[in-house]
């Protein structure tokens, strides 16, 4: 749970750590559900945006102090309100969000299944092409991606809205031949390595040589660079590139619903949009 000795750095009591990489380790879900004020299911991609974000919304609203947010896949977030939970090995999490954010097609259908009021949109962002730094395979546009030496971290279609959106800028750049020799030849061959949460592990297959490139929005590589991960990309152009629009809506059942309107009012606050736009999001 983000308390406030979390988001401010004040020393407090503090539960028992435990984390045991990799058998024990849950890097998407953050704090304690349990007497939350404010739950957040917030679209993976932004997790180097939540910590800032939640520091600076409860300066302006410090009775917001006990917040839990996950980030995972919105697919899975999505995937997760309609379940009533999700099963992470052995742990059960039942907590229910108050906000729900995530890209615009997967939000136009929470919103006409009913789960989410209407939403509004509040950045946005690019493709890019992680690499390791050095790129030694040499890869320079998509197009290389469908070479049979070019190991692709591919996020999984089946869980990860930004599939398409990659798929859509393949098909610009070399058409339907370039789909499928990565979609389908590579992975065959197990050339194209599907992720599940390609925000994590995009980057770490690269770092583990698992993988040589991989489609990723650019404020994930951005940020890589920013930590010092020895990991660069290489820009898409804008004739074969595609912009993803974030929106976030109140969750219809929300438990808590003025810290839900306090957040998205926040969310559309200048303060918010320069924090969004530090890490290389567009607004």
């Not at 729900?100 to 890019?128: C, I, K, Q, W």
Request: aromatic fraction near 8%.
């Amino acid at each position: 749970m983000v308390t406030l000795g979390l988001l401010l750095g004040a020393t407090t009591s503090q539960p028992y750590p435990f984390t045991v990489p990799p058998v024990d380790q849950v890097v998407d879900l953050h704090g304690n559900p349990a007497g939350a004020q404010l739950v957040i299911f917030m679209a993976g991609n932004q997790f180097m945006v939540a910590r800032p974000l939640l520091r600076a919304f409860h300066a302006r609203y410090p009775h917001v102090a006990r917040i839990f947010y996950e980030t995972l896949p919105p697919g899975v977030l999505a995937r997760q309100i309609a379940a009533g939970g999700i099963r992470i090995g052995n742990l059960v999490v039942t907590a229910q969000p108050d906000v729900y954010m995530a890209g615009h097609r997967r939000m136009a259908a929470m919103h006409d299944s009913g789960y989410v009021e209407t939403p509004f949109a509040y950045a946005s962002n690019v493709l890019a092409i992680m690499i390791r730094k050095g790129n030694p395979r040499n890869v320079r546009s998509l197009r290389d991606l469908g070479r049979s030496d070019v190991r692709v971290a591919m996020p999984n279609p089946q869980w990860e809205g930004v599939a398409e959106q990659i798929e859509s800028a393949y098909r610009k750049a070399g058409g339907e031949t370039l789909v499928h020799d990565i979609m389908v030849t590579k992975v065959a061959a197990g050339t194209t390595i599907l992720t599940m949460i390609h925000h994590r592990q995009t980057p770490l297959f690269l770092l583990e040589g698992k993988a040589d490139a991989g489609p990723v929005w650019i404020s994930e590589a951005l940020y890589q660079q920013r930590i010092g991960a020895p990991i660069s990309m290489v820009p898409i152009p804008a004739a074969q590139n595609q912009t993803a629009s974030y929106e976030a809506a109140m969750v219809t059942r929300a438990s808590n619903p003025q810290a839900a309107r306090e957040f998205l009012s926040f969310l559309k606050s200048s303060q918010a949009r320069a924090i969004y736009r530090s890490y290389g999001f567009g607004i």
